[in-house]
């Protein structure tokens, strides 16, 4: 059965920083588009980063320069490290695998999804 499983969220202030972890088991991660997705109170889940079998990244406005996703496919996971946290960044967040090499980042586009870490930024 295929898992996806996030770890590393927690309460952090205001600029502070966080990296979240994603490991899978029962399905390669390297051969997949990857992504992190966030789904706040009472919002739309929308996409804050992805990452594709060649490397390539793309990231939300409201992240880049503060967000860097990473994968490392021997341990068959996926990162996002997370400084310079707002208030606005309070949210569940997802990992999600395509079963393809190249997405948009665009939610139907991913077929795994983990079962999501709180992440709430307050002072």
């Known amino acids: 059965q295929v898992k996806l499983v996030e770890s590393g969220g927690g309460s952090v202030q205001p600029g502070g920083s966080l990296r979240l972890s994603c490991k899978a088991s029962?399905?390669?991660?390297?051969?997949?588009?990857l992504g992190w997705f966030r789904q706040a109170p009472g919002k739309e889940r929308e996409a804050v980063s992805c990452i594709n079998m060649d490397g390539t990244t793309t990231y939300i406005d409201s992240v880049k320069g503060r967000f860097t996703i990473s994968r490392d496919n021997p341990k068959n996971a996926m990162y996002l490290q997370m400084n310079s946290l707002k208030p606005e960044d309070t949210a569940t967040y997802y990992c999600?695998?395509?079963?393809?090499?190249?997405?948009?980042?665009?939610?139907?586009?991913?077929?795994?999804w983990g079962r999501g870490t709180q992440v709430a930024v307050s002072s």
């Open positions: 029962a399905f390669a991660l390297e051969y997949s588009a």
């Open positions: 999600a695998s395509a079963l393809v090499a190249t997405a948009n980042c665009d939610p139907p586009q991913f077929y795994y």
